[in-house]
């Protein structure tokens, strides 16, 4: 089974900044769309930022200029950085894999949680 290991998740204050990194299989992280994905208390989840194999990446207009997500390809493994971080950020973030040709295949990570307060 395709495991997606996420880490990073935490609590900070409003303005403050984290970061969340998502390391996948070498197979499925070579071809895969990898993203990560929020879902705050009686909301649905939303995507926040997606980035292809071949680093074209696609926002959120709600974090589009103060997230950022990346790929470290010698690590298999994908990041978030967060910035100017909001309450309405608060949310569980899951990292997500998707094939790229139709989406038969679709893996989550456990999720991990980003508490934004003071």
């Known amino acids: 089974q395709v495991q997606l290991v996420e880490s990073g998740g935490g609590l900070v204050q409003p303005g403050g900044s984290l970061r969340l990194s998502c390391a996948a299989s070498?197979?499925?992280?070579?071809?895969?769309?990898m993203g990560w994905y929020r879902q705050a208390p009686g909301k649905e989840r939303e995507l926040v930022a997606t980035i292809t194999s071949a680093g074209s990446t696609n926002y959120a207009d709600s974090v589009k200029g103060r997230f950022t997500i990346s790929r470290d390809d010698a690590e298999n493994t994908i990041h978030l950085q967060m910035n100017s971080l909001k309450a309405e950020d608060t949310a569980v973030y899951y990292c997500?894999?998707?094939?790229?040709?139709?989406?038969?295949?679709?893996?989550w990570g456990q999720g991990t949680q980003v508490t934004v307060s003071s």
């Open positions: 070498r197979s499925i992280f070579r071809v895969y769309i």
């Open positions: 997500n894999a998707k094939d790229p040709w139709g989406g038969a295949f679709n893996y």
